[in-house]
Protein backbone atom coordinates (compact mmCIF):
# COMPACT_ATOMS: atom_id res chain seq x y z
CA UNK A 1 0.00 0.00 0.00
CA UNK A 2 1.34 3.13 -0.65
CA UNK A 3 1.93 5.83 1.48
CA UNK A 4 2.00 2.67 4.57
CA UNK A 5 5.65 3.17 5.33
CA UNK A 6 6.14 7.04 4.87
CA UNK A 7 3.11 7.41 7.60
CA UNK A 8 4.80 4.62 9.51
CA UNK A 9 7.79 6.70 9.61
CA UNK A 10 6.50 10.06 10.54
CA UNK A 11 4.26 8.14 13.23
CA UNK A 12 7.36 6.62 14.49
CA UNK A 13 9.74 9.78 14.35
CA UNK A 14 6.88 11.91 15.69
CA UNK A 15 7.37 9.48 19.03
CA UNK A 16 10.74 10.42 19.33
CA UNK A 17 10.59 13.98 18.48
CA UNK A 18 8.87 15.04 21.74
CA UNK A 19 9.89 13.62 25.30
CA UNK A 20 6.98 11.38 25.66
CA UNK A 21 9.23 8.76 24.06
CA UNK A 22 11.94 8.92 26.78
CA UNK A 23 9.12 9.27 29.21
CA UNK A 24 7.69 6.03 28.49
CA UNK A 25 10.79 4.27 28.05
CA UNK A 26 12.28 4.92 31.52
CA UNK A 27 9.32 4.22 33.32
CA UNK A 28 8.49 1.36 31.17
CA UNK A 29 11.76 -0.16 32.52
CA UNK A 30 11.92 0.87 35.62
CA UNK A 31 8.25 -0.76 36.51
CA UNK A 32 9.39 -3.79 34.87
CA UNK A 33 11.85 -4.28 37.23
CA UNK A 34 10.41 -2.86 40.58
CA UNK A 35 7.68 -5.66 39.73
CA UNK A 36 10.07 -8.20 38.51
CA UNK A 37 12.88 -7.78 41.58
CA UNK A 38 10.27 -7.07 44.22
CA UNK A 39 6.60 -8.03 43.69
CA UNK A 40 8.07 -11.44 41.63
CA UNK A 41 10.60 -12.40 43.69
CA UNK A 42 12.78 -13.20 41.19
CA UNK A 43 15.85 -13.84 43.41
CA UNK A 44 13.75 -15.96 46.64
CA UNK A 45 12.35 -17.67 43.71
CA UNK A 46 15.54 -19.40 42.51
CA UNK A 47 14.88 -20.72 39.31
CA UNK A 48 16.46 -19.41 35.91
CA UNK A 49 13.62 -18.33 34.14
CA UNK A 50 11.49 -15.13 33.21
CA UNK A 51 8.55 -15.50 34.42
CA UNK A 52 7.91 -12.94 37.55
CA UNK A 53 9.49 -10.58 34.48
CA UNK A 54 6.45 -11.31 31.86
CA UNK A 55 3.61 -12.09 34.45
CA UNK A 56 3.09 -8.66 34.95
CA UNK A 57 3.60 -7.09 31.31
CA UNK A 58 -0.73 -7.58 30.70
CA UNK A 59 -1.06 -5.11 34.45
CA UNK A 60 2.01 -2.89 32.75
CA UNK A 61 0.51 -2.62 29.67
CA UNK A 62 -2.84 -2.19 30.88
CA UNK A 63 -2.13 1.37 31.08
CA UNK A 64 0.96 1.95 29.78
CA UNK A 65 -0.44 1.53 26.00
CA UNK A 66 -3.07 3.64 26.34
CA UNK A 67 -0.78 6.56 27.42
CA UNK A 68 0.97 5.04 23.80
CA UNK A 69 -1.73 4.90 21.51
CA UNK A 70 -4.26 7.85 23.01
CA UNK A 71 -2.19 10.53 20.44
CA UNK A 72 -2.46 8.20 17.24
CA UNK A 73 -5.49 9.50 16.04
CA UNK A 74 -6.85 12.04 18.50
CA UNK A 75 -3.91 14.88 18.26
CA UNK A 76 -4.44 14.70 13.98
CA UNK A 77 -8.30 15.47 15.50
CA UNK A 78 -7.61 18.11 17.45
CA UNK A 79 -4.55 20.19 15.03
CA UNK A 80 -6.99 19.68 12.38
CA UNK A 81 -4.07 17.11 10.38
CA UNK A 82 -6.99 14.67 9.73
CA UNK A 83 -8.05 16.92 6.86
CA UNK A 84 -4.38 17.35 5.91
CA UNK A 85 -3.90 13.23 5.93
CA UNK A 86 -6.91 11.96 4.05
CA UNK A 87 -6.68 14.76 1.42
CA UNK A 88 -3.29 13.08 1.05
CA UNK A 89 -3.28 10.46 -1.79
CA UNK A 90 -2.80 8.10 0.62
CA UNK A 91 -5.65 5.35 1.34
CA UNK A 92 -6.95 5.34 4.89
CA UNK A 93 -6.22 1.74 5.34
CA UNK A 94 -2.53 2.67 4.82
CA UNK A 95 -2.43 5.44 7.09
CA UNK A 96 -4.46 3.39 9.73
CA UNK A 97 -2.17 0.71 9.63
CA UNK A 98 1.01 3.09 9.41
CA UNK A 99 0.22 4.49 12.83
CA UNK A 100 -0.30 0.99 14.26
CA UNK A 101 2.67 -0.55 13.10
CA UNK A 102 4.57 2.89 14.36
CA UNK A 103 3.18 2.59 17.68
CA UNK A 104 3.86 -1.24 17.69
CA UNK A 105 7.58 -1.32 16.64
CA UNK A 106 7.85 1.91 19.09
CA UNK A 107 6.66 -0.71 22.03
CA UNK A 108 9.27 -2.63 20.91
CA UNK A 109 11.94 -0.67 21.18
CA UNK A 110 10.41 -0.14 24.96
CA UNK A 111 10.21 -3.84 25.03
CA UNK A 112 13.70 -4.93 23.83
CA UNK A 113 15.34 -2.16 26.40
CA UNK A 114 14.68 -4.78 28.55
CA UNK A 115 17.46 -6.91 27.52
CA UNK A 116 19.48 -6.83 30.77
CA UNK A 117 17.14 -9.04 32.50
CA UNK A 118 17.76 -11.83 29.55
CA UNK A 119 21.28 -10.79 30.56
CA UNK A 120 21.09 -11.55 33.91
CA UNK A 121 18.97 -14.84 33.79
CA UNK A 122 21.70 -16.34 31.56
CA UNK A 123 24.69 -15.23 34.09
CA UNK A 124 22.69 -16.88 36.76
CA UNK A 125 21.68 -19.80 35.82
CA UNK A 126 21.30 -21.83 32.41
CA UNK A 127 17.27 -20.76 31.73
CA UNK A 128 15.46 -22.16 28.29
CA UNK A 129 16.47 -19.66 25.68
CA UNK A 130 13.13 -20.68 23.56
CA UNK A 131 10.54 -20.30 26.67
CA UNK A 132 11.97 -16.64 27.30
CA UNK A 133 11.98 -16.49 22.88
CA UNK A 134 8.18 -17.41 23.53
CA UNK A 135 7.35 -15.02 26.33
CA UNK A 136 8.98 -11.75 24.33
CA UNK A 137 6.92 -12.70 21.48
CA UNK A 138 3.83 -13.01 23.52
CA UNK A 139 4.01 -9.80 24.71
CA UNK A 140 4.81 -8.13 22.00
CA UNK A 141 1.52 -9.83 20.01
CA UNK A 142 -0.57 -8.81 23.29
CA UNK A 143 1.12 -4.87 23.41
CA UNK A 144 -0.22 -5.51 19.77
CA UNK A 145 -3.48 -6.48 20.91
CA UNK A 146 -3.23 -3.52 23.48
CA UNK A 147 -2.44 -1.11 20.85
CA UNK A 148 -5.22 -1.85 18.46
CA UNK A 149 -8.01 -1.24 20.93
CA UNK A 150 -6.34 2.37 21.83
CA UNK A 151 -5.40 3.81 18.51
CA UNK A 152 -10.09 2.91 17.69
CA UNK A 153 -10.95 4.58 20.62
CA UNK A 154 -7.95 7.38 19.92
CA UNK A 155 -10.44 7.52 16.69
CA UNK A 156 -13.61 8.49 18.22
CA UNK A 157 -12.20 11.32 20.51
CA UNK A 158 -10.32 14.76 20.33
CA UNK A 159 -9.11 14.47 23.73
CA UNK A 160 -6.64 12.32 24.60
CA UNK A 161 -7.83 12.18 28.39
CA UNK A 162 -10.91 10.68 27.22
CA UNK A 163 -8.84 8.05 24.88
CA UNK A 164 -6.54 7.30 28.08
CA UNK A 165 -9.14 6.38 30.34
CA UNK A 166 -11.71 4.61 27.79
CA UNK A 167 -8.89 2.13 26.43
CA UNK A 168 -7.60 1.86 30.18
CA UNK A 169 -11.14 0.48 30.80
CA UNK A 170 -11.28 -1.84 27.43
CA UNK A 171 -8.14 -3.24 28.19
CA UNK A 172 -8.62 -4.14 31.75
CA UNK A 173 -11.76 -5.56 30.96
CA UNK A 174 -9.75 -7.92 27.86
CA UNK A 175 -7.20 -9.01 30.95
CA UNK A 176 -10.19 -9.44 33.39
CA UNK A 177 -12.48 -11.49 30.78
CA UNK A 178 -11.20 -15.00 31.48
CA UNK A 179 -12.26 -13.71 35.59
CA UNK A 180 -15.76 -14.02 37.83
CA UNK A 181 -15.29 -10.13 37.74
CA UNK A 182 -16.04 -10.10 34.26
CA UNK A 183 -17.79 -13.37 33.84
CA UNK A 184 -20.08 -13.16 36.56
CA UNK A 185 -21.10 -10.27 35.14
CA UNK A 186 -22.86 -12.52 31.70
CA UNK A 187 -23.49 -16.19 33.48
CA UNK A 188 -26.54 -14.57 35.28
CA UNK A 189 -28.25 -14.08 31.95
CA UNK A 190 -25.95 -14.67 28.77
CA UNK A 191 -26.25 -18.31 27.38
CA UNK A 192 -23.09 -20.68 28.74
CA UNK A 193 -21.68 -20.30 24.92
CA UNK A 194 -21.36 -16.47 25.14
CA UNK A 195 -19.66 -16.70 28.49
CA UNK A 196 -17.58 -19.26 27.12
CA UNK A 197 -16.33 -16.56 24.39
CA UNK A 198 -15.94 -13.70 26.49
CA UNK A 199 -13.45 -15.91 28.93
CA UNK A 200 -11.68 -16.69 25.65
CA UNK A 201 -11.04 -13.17 24.84
CA UNK A 202 -8.87 -13.18 28.25
CA UNK A 203 -5.28 -11.82 27.01
CA UNK A 204 -4.13 -13.21 30.33
CA UNK A 205 -5.05 -16.80 29.48
CA UNK A 206 -3.63 -16.63 26.09
CA UNK A 207 -0.04 -14.64 27.22
CA UNK A 208 -0.54 -17.77 29.91
CA UNK A 209 -0.13 -20.25 27.69
CA UNK A 210 2.61 -18.69 25.19
CA UNK A 211 4.41 -18.15 28.48
CA UNK A 212 4.59 -22.07 28.95
CA UNK A 213 7.19 -22.08 25.82
CA UNK A 214 4.59 -22.97 22.94
CA UNK A 215 3.66 -20.57 20.55
CA UNK A 216 0.09 -22.00 19.81
CA UNK A 217 -1.37 -21.46 16.23
CA UNK A 218 -4.62 -20.41 18.20
CA UNK A 219 -3.26 -18.19 20.44
CA UNK A 220 -1.38 -16.56 16.91
CA UNK A 221 -4.83 -16.56 15.77
CA UNK A 222 -6.44 -14.84 18.50
CA UNK A 223 -4.13 -11.98 18.62
CA UNK A 224 -3.53 -11.89 14.87
CA UNK A 225 -7.70 -11.30 14.45
CA UNK A 226 -8.32 -9.47 17.20
CA UNK A 227 -5.54 -6.73 15.84
CA UNK A 228 -7.30 -7.03 12.49
CA UNK A 229 -10.75 -6.39 14.09
CA UNK A 230 -9.98 -3.26 16.10
CA UNK A 231 -7.65 -1.86 12.88
CA UNK A 232 -11.00 -2.09 10.81
CA UNK A 233 -12.87 -0.77 13.62
CA UNK A 234 -10.66 2.14 14.00
CA UNK A 235 -11.08 2.64 9.60
CA UNK A 236 -14.73 2.99 10.21
CA UNK A 237 -14.16 4.87 13.09
CA UNK A 238 -12.90 7.81 11.02
CA UNK A 239 -14.78 7.65 8.75
CA UNK A 240 -18.10 7.95 10.83
CA UNK A 241 -16.58 10.90 12.79
CA UNK A 242 -14.82 12.80 9.84
CA UNK A 243 -16.48 16.36 10.55
CA UNK A 244 -16.91 16.34 14.09
CA UNK B 1 -10.91 26.30 -21.96
CA UNK B 2 -10.29 22.99 -20.57
CA UNK B 3 -12.32 22.42 -17.04
CA UNK B 4 -10.30 21.16 -14.29
CA UNK B 5 -12.77 21.42 -11.57
CA UNK B 6 -16.41 20.11 -12.37
CA UNK B 7 -18.73 20.29 -9.33
CA UNK B 8 -22.81 19.06 -9.65
CA UNK B 9 -25.27 19.28 -7.45
CA UNK B 10 -23.55 18.97 -4.18
CA UNK B 11 -25.03 18.67 -1.05
CA UNK B 12 -24.40 17.90 2.52
CA UNK B 13 -26.31 17.06 5.10
CA UNK B 14 -25.66 16.98 8.87
CA UNK B 15 -28.65 15.59 10.67
CA UNK B 16 -31.44 17.21 9.82
CA UNK B 17 -29.33 20.00 8.82
CA UNK B 18 -28.43 21.07 5.46
CA UNK B 19 -25.12 22.62 5.26
CA UNK B 20 -24.57 22.45 0.92
CA UNK B 21 -27.89 22.47 -1.03
CA UNK B 22 -27.08 21.62 -4.87
CA UNK B 23 -24.15 23.86 -5.28
CA UNK B 24 -23.26 23.38 -9.12
CA UNK B 25 -19.34 25.22 -10.46
CA UNK B 26 -16.69 24.72 -12.61
CA UNK B 27 -13.21 25.88 -12.33
CA UNK B 28 -11.10 25.96 -15.49
CA UNK B 29 -7.30 26.25 -16.37
CA UNK B 30 -5.81 29.87 -15.70
CA UNK B 31 -9.70 30.78 -13.58
CA UNK B 32 -8.84 32.28 -10.15
CA UNK B 33 -12.65 31.55 -8.36
CA UNK B 34 -13.30 33.00 -5.08
CA UNK B 35 -15.96 31.49 -3.05
CA UNK B 36 -17.45 34.07 -1.01
CA UNK B 37 -20.09 33.61 2.10
CA UNK B 38 -20.31 34.48 5.45
CA UNK B 39 -18.77 31.98 8.00
CA UNK B 40 -20.91 28.99 8.48
CA UNK B 41 -22.63 29.43 4.45
CA UNK B 42 -20.80 25.87 3.88
CA UNK B 43 -17.79 27.40 2.24
CA UNK B 44 -15.32 25.02 3.98
CA UNK B 45 -17.81 22.07 3.84
CA UNK B 46 -17.80 22.50 0.02
CA UNK B 47 -14.04 22.44 -0.34
CA UNK B 48 -13.86 19.56 2.08
CA UNK B 49 -15.89 17.71 -0.26
CA UNK B 50 -14.11 18.77 -3.45
CA UNK B 51 -10.94 17.79 -1.83
CA UNK B 52 -12.09 14.25 -0.95
CA UNK B 53 -12.64 14.45 2.84
CA UNK B 54 -16.06 14.81 3.40
CA UNK B 55 -18.30 12.35 0.96
CA UNK B 56 -21.05 14.03 -0.51
CA UNK B 57 -24.85 13.07 0.61
CA UNK B 58 -25.87 13.53 -3.06
CA UNK B 59 -23.85 15.01 -6.03
CA UNK B 60 -20.62 14.54 -8.04
CA UNK B 61 -17.36 16.07 -8.16
CA UNK B 62 -14.68 15.70 -10.58
CA UNK B 63 -11.28 16.83 -10.72
CA UNK B 64 -9.22 17.04 -13.77
CA UNK B 65 -11.66 14.34 -14.87
CA UNK B 66 -11.19 11.99 -12.22
CA UNK B 67 -14.40 11.52 -10.32
CA UNK B 68 -13.12 11.77 -6.44
CA UNK B 69 -15.77 9.43 -4.56
CA UNK B 70 -15.06 6.67 -7.71
CA UNK B 71 -11.10 6.97 -7.56
CA UNK B 72 -9.82 8.96 -4.90
CA UNK B 73 -6.31 8.51 -4.52
CA UNK B 74 -5.91 9.74 -8.48
CA UNK B 75 -8.40 12.15 -8.02
CA UNK B 76 -6.38 13.75 -4.29
CA UNK B 77 -3.17 13.25 -6.61
CA UNK B 78 -4.06 16.66 -8.94
CA UNK B 79 -5.20 18.41 -5.83
CA UNK B 80 -2.95 21.03 -4.00
CA UNK B 81 -4.62 21.78 -0.69
CA UNK B 82 -4.24 24.18 1.89
CA UNK B 83 -7.01 23.51 4.78
CA UNK B 84 -8.79 26.13 6.99
CA UNK B 85 -6.26 27.16 9.53
CA UNK B 86 -3.46 25.59 7.88
CA UNK B 87 -2.55 22.46 9.89
CA UNK B 88 0.73 20.89 9.92
CA UNK B 89 2.40 18.38 12.59
CA UNK B 90 3.56 21.13 15.45
CA UNK B 91 6.61 18.45 16.32
CA UNK B 92 8.13 18.39 12.68
CA UNK B 93 10.13 20.90 11.03
CA UNK B 94 9.18 22.67 7.85
CA UNK B 95 12.11 20.70 6.34
CA UNK B 96 10.82 17.51 7.43
CA UNK B 97 7.51 18.65 6.43
CA UNK B 98 8.18 19.44 3.39
CA UNK B 99 10.19 15.77 2.96
CA UNK B 100 6.93 13.93 4.70
CA UNK B 101 4.58 15.66 1.86
CA UNK B 102 7.11 14.80 -1.24
CA UNK B 103 7.46 11.21 0.32
CA UNK B 104 3.74 10.49 0.45
CA UNK B 105 3.12 12.58 -3.09
CA UNK B 106 5.88 10.56 -4.59
CA UNK B 107 7.81 13.54 -6.04
CA UNK B 108 10.76 11.28 -7.82
CA UNK B 109 13.92 11.36 -5.52
CA UNK B 110 16.00 12.75 -8.18
CA UNK B 111 13.87 16.10 -8.39
CA UNK B 112 12.81 16.03 -4.66
CA UNK B 113 15.51 18.06 -3.31
CA UNK B 114 15.15 20.62 -5.77
CA UNK B 115 11.62 21.10 -5.98
CA UNK B 116 12.23 21.44 -1.93
CA UNK B 117 14.59 23.89 -2.23
CA UNK B 118 12.59 26.08 -5.49
CA UNK B 119 9.35 26.07 -3.10
CA UNK B 120 11.16 27.15 0.02
CA UNK B 121 12.70 29.62 -1.72
CA UNK B 122 9.03 31.05 -3.64
CA UNK B 123 7.61 31.12 -0.66
CA UNK B 124 10.31 32.43 2.03
CA UNK B 125 10.87 29.77 4.48
CA UNK B 126 14.64 29.25 4.08
CA UNK B 127 15.24 30.87 7.82
CA UNK B 128 12.70 28.68 9.76
CA UNK B 129 13.08 25.87 8.47
CA UNK B 130 14.92 23.97 10.57
CA UNK B 131 12.06 24.99 13.57
CA UNK B 132 9.61 23.10 14.99
CA UNK B 133 6.50 24.51 13.38
CA UNK B 134 4.76 24.67 16.28
CA UNK B 135 7.07 27.58 17.51
CA UNK B 136 6.03 29.74 14.11
CA UNK B 137 4.02 32.66 14.05
CA UNK B 138 0.65 32.45 12.04
CA UNK B 139 1.82 33.89 8.99
CA UNK B 140 4.79 31.36 9.22
CA UNK B 141 2.59 28.94 9.59
CA UNK B 142 0.40 29.61 6.70
CA UNK B 143 2.90 29.30 4.09
CA UNK B 144 4.52 26.06 5.47
CA UNK B 145 0.68 25.12 4.45
CA UNK B 146 0.94 26.86 1.52
CA UNK B 147 4.30 24.77 0.53
CA UNK B 148 2.87 21.97 1.27
CA UNK B 149 -0.15 22.43 -1.22
CA UNK B 150 2.14 23.73 -3.92
CA UNK B 151 5.10 21.10 -3.67
CA UNK B 152 3.95 19.19 -6.45
CA UNK B 153 2.99 21.05 -8.67
CA UNK B 154 -0.56 20.67 -8.69
CA UNK B 155 -3.20 21.40 -11.74
CA UNK B 156 -5.74 22.40 -8.75
CA UNK B 157 -5.20 24.58 -6.41
CA UNK B 158 -7.88 24.58 -3.31
CA UNK B 159 -7.41 27.06 -0.34
CA UNK B 160 -9.62 27.75 2.49
CA UNK B 161 -9.29 31.46 3.11
CA UNK B 162 -5.37 31.34 2.73
CA UNK B 163 -4.75 35.06 4.18
CA UNK B 164 -7.15 34.79 7.31
CA UNK B 165 -5.05 36.38 9.94
CA UNK B 166 -2.43 37.28 8.00
CA UNK B 167 -0.55 40.88 8.47
CA UNK B 168 -0.98 43.28 5.06
CA UNK B 169 2.04 42.30 3.54
CA UNK B 170 1.87 38.59 4.37
CA UNK B 171 -1.91 39.54 2.69
CA UNK B 172 0.39 40.99 -0.75
CA UNK B 173 2.62 37.97 -0.73
CA UNK B 174 -0.16 35.14 -0.83
CA UNK B 175 -2.09 37.25 -3.38
CA UNK B 176 1.02 37.97 -5.37
CA UNK B 177 2.17 34.18 -5.14
CA UNK B 178 -1.56 33.40 -6.09
CA UNK B 179 -1.42 35.37 -9.10
CA UNK B 180 1.82 34.11 -10.82
CA UNK B 181 0.33 30.19 -10.32
CA UNK B 182 -2.73 31.52 -12.04
CA UNK B 183 -2.29 31.08 -15.47
CA UNK B 184 -1.50 27.25 -15.35
CA UNK B 185 -3.75 26.32 -12.40
CA UNK B 186 -7.41 26.04 -11.53
CA UNK B 187 -7.86 27.83 -8.11
CA UNK B 188 -10.26 27.98 -6.11
CA UNK B 189 -9.77 30.24 -2.97
CA UNK B 190 -12.59 30.82 0.08
CA UNK B 191 -12.42 34.00 1.43
CA UNK B 192 -14.77 37.01 3.76
CA UNK B 193 -12.05 39.36 2.33
CA UNK B 194 -13.86 40.94 -0.36
CA UNK B 195 -10.78 43.27 -1.83
CA UNK B 196 -9.49 39.79 -2.18
CA UNK B 197 -12.11 38.94 -4.70
CA UNK B 198 -11.15 42.43 -6.67
CA UNK B 199 -7.42 41.58 -6.61
CA UNK B 200 -6.97 37.81 -7.30
CA UNK B 201 -9.82 36.40 -8.72
CA UNK B 202 -11.15 36.29 -12.13
CA UNK B 203 -14.84 35.10 -11.27
CA UNK B 204 -16.67 35.02 -8.02
CA UNK B 205 -19.98 32.85 -6.61
CA UNK B 206 -21.68 33.63 -3.20
CA UNK B 207 -23.05 31.37 -1.32
CA UNK B 208 -25.21 31.69 1.39
CA UNK B 209 -27.04 29.03 3.84
CA UNK B 210 -25.82 26.61 1.70
CA UNK B 211 -27.20 27.72 -1.44
CA UNK B 212 -25.09 29.50 -4.29
CA UNK B 213 -26.92 32.92 -5.19
CA UNK B 214 -24.72 34.37 -6.98
CA UNK B 215 -22.15 33.74 -9.85
CA UNK B 216 -19.80 36.13 -12.21
CA UNK B 217 -16.95 38.18 -12.15
CA UNK B 218 -16.05 40.92 -9.86
CA UNK B 219 -17.10 43.56 -12.38
CA UNK B 220 -20.81 41.88 -12.41
CA UNK B 221 -20.74 41.50 -8.63
CA UNK B 222 -19.88 45.28 -8.45
CA UNK B 223 -22.59 46.20 -10.55
CA UNK B 224 -25.24 45.06 -8.38
CA UNK B 225 -24.35 47.55 -5.86
CA UNK B 226 -26.05 50.19 -5.44
CA UNK B 227 -23.14 52.51 -6.02
CA UNK B 228 -22.28 50.75 -9.00
CA UNK B 229 -21.80 54.60 -11.49
CA UNK B 230 -22.58 56.36 -8.75
CA UNK B 231 -20.65 59.87 -8.32
CA UNK B 232 -19.32 60.87 -5.06
CA UNK B 233 -18.30 64.67 -4.84
CA UNK B 234 -17.00 67.30 -2.51
CA UNK B 235 -18.11 70.32 -2.74
CA UNK B 236 -18.03 73.66 -0.50
CA UNK B 237 -19.75 72.96 2.56
CA UNK B 238 -21.97 76.29 2.35
CA UNK B 239 -22.76 75.35 -0.88
CA UNK B 240 -23.72 71.74 -0.65
CA UNK B 241 -27.53 72.07 0.59
CA UNK B 242 -27.99 74.18 -2.77
CA UNK B 243 -25.98 71.79 -4.93
CA UNK B 244 -27.96 68.65 -3.34
CA UNK B 245 -31.28 70.28 -4.05
CA UNK B 246 -30.30 71.08 -7.67
CA UNK B 247 -28.55 67.36 -8.32
CA UNK B 248 -31.81 65.45 -7.17
CA UNK B 249 -34.03 67.24 -9.80
CA UNK B 250 -31.46 66.28 -12.65
CA UNK B 251 -33.06 63.52 -14.90
CA UNK B 252 -32.07 60.01 -14.16
CA UNK B 253 -30.76 60.81 -10.85
CA UNK B 254 -32.55 58.75 -8.51
CA UNK B 255 -31.15 60.60 -4.80
CA UNK B 256 -28.23 62.10 -3.72
CA UNK B 257 -26.89 61.65 -0.19
CA UNK B 258 -25.10 63.45 2.08
CA UNK B 259 -22.25 62.08 4.54
CA UNK B 260 -23.95 62.31 7.80
CA UNK B 261 -21.44 62.44 10.17
CA UNK B 262 -18.73 64.42 8.62
CA UNK B 263 -21.01 66.97 6.76
CA UNK B 264 -17.94 68.33 5.23
CA UNK B 265 -19.39 69.00 2.09
CA UNK B 266 -19.49 64.97 0.79
CA UNK B 267 -22.35 64.36 -1.51
CA UNK B 268 -23.27 60.58 -3.43
CA UNK B 269 -25.03 60.66 -6.39
CA UNK B 270 -27.26 57.92 -7.14
CA UNK B 271 -28.34 57.23 -10.91
CA UNK B 272 -31.36 55.84 -11.39
CA UNK B 273 -30.78 53.21 -14.20
CA UNK B 274 -28.20 51.41 -16.05
CA UNK B 275 -26.54 54.95 -17.68
CA UNK B 276 -23.74 56.98 -16.64
CA UNK B 277 -24.80 59.63 -14.72
CA UNK B 278 -21.33 61.51 -14.04
CA UNK B 279 -21.12 63.87 -17.19
CA UNK B 280 -24.64 65.37 -16.35
CA UNK B 281 -23.89 65.53 -12.67
CA UNK B 282 -20.36 68.02 -14.43
CA UNK B 283 -22.36 69.80 -16.40
CA UNK B 284 -24.99 71.06 -13.61
CA UNK B 285 -22.19 71.10 -11.40
CA UNK B 286 -20.76 74.15 -13.87
CA UNK B 287 -23.94 75.51 -14.31
CA UNK B 288 -24.69 75.70 -10.19
CA UNK B 289 -21.08 77.75 -10.93
CA UNK B 290 -19.73 75.35 -8.54
CA UNK B 291 -16.34 73.74 -8.65
CA UNK B 292 -16.11 70.25 -6.84
CA UNK B 293 -13.36 69.84 -4.60
CA UNK B 294 -12.99 66.13 -5.89
CA UNK B 295 -15.84 63.84 -8.08
CA UNK B 296 -15.34 60.40 -8.72
CA UNK B 297 -17.58 57.50 -10.02
CA UNK B 298 -17.91 54.43 -7.77
CA UNK B 299 -17.13 51.24 -9.58
CA UNK B 300 -20.03 49.72 -6.64
CA UNK B 301 -19.01 48.52 -3.11
CA UNK B 302 -18.34 44.51 -3.04
CA UNK B 303 -19.14 44.61 0.84
CA UNK B 304 -22.73 46.35 0.31
CA UNK B 305 -23.96 43.56 -2.45
CA UNK B 306 -22.34 41.10 -0.22
CA UNK B 307 -24.62 41.87 2.90
CA UNK B 308 -27.65 42.38 1.01
CA UNK B 309 -27.17 39.22 -1.14
CA UNK B 310 -26.28 37.32 1.54
CA UNK B 311 -28.83 38.91 3.99
CA UNK B 312 -31.55 38.44 2.33
CA UNK B 313 -30.67 35.25 0.46
CA UNK B 314 -31.92 34.05 -2.61
CA UNK B 315 -34.63 36.19 -2.48
CA UNK B 316 -32.53 39.27 -3.23
CA UNK B 317 -32.56 40.14 -7.26
CA UNK B 318 -32.63 37.33 -9.96
CA UNK B 319 -30.32 34.25 -9.28
CA UNK B 320 -27.19 33.47 -11.34
CA UNK B 321 -26.49 30.15 -12.09
CA UNK B 322 -23.78 28.60 -13.73
Known sequence: MNGLTTIFRRELSAYFATPVAYVFIVIFLV????????????????????????????????????????RLWSEERKA?????????????PASVLGKFLASWCFTAVALAGTFPIWLTVNYLGEPDNTVILA?????????????????????LTKNQVIAFVISFVICFAFNLSGFPMVLDLFQLWAPQVVVDAISSFSFLTHFNSILKGVVDIRDLIFFGTLIAFWLYANVLAIEANKSK | ??????????????????????????????????????NGA????????????????????????????????????????????????????????????????????????ARIREVVEHIHLENVLHQRIETLSKGFKRRVGLAQAILHDPEILIMDEPTDGLDPNQKHE?????????????ILISTHILEEVDAVCTRAIIIAQGKLIFSGTPHELATRSRFHNAVSLRVDQNDSERVKTS???????????????????????????????????????????????EIFVQRGQLDEVFRTVTQTGSAAGEVHRT
Open chain 2, 42 to 113: GKSTTMKMITGFLAPSAGVVKVAGVDIEAAPLAAKAHIGYLPEGAPAYGEMTPSSFLEFIADIRQIPRAKRE
Open chain 1, 31 to 70: LNGVFTFYVGGFYERAQADLEPFFQFHPWLYMFLIPAISM
Open chain 1, 80 to 92: GTLELLLTLPVSL
Open chain 2, 174 to 186: VRSLIQTMAPQKA
Open chain 2, 247 to 293: LEQLPGVSAVEAAAASADGQLTVFPGGEQSIVSAVQSRLRELNCEPR
Open chain 1, 135 to 155: GYVGSLLMAGGFLSIGACISA
Open chain 2, 1 to 38: METLIEVNGLCKSFGGLRAVDNISLTVGRGEVLGFLGP
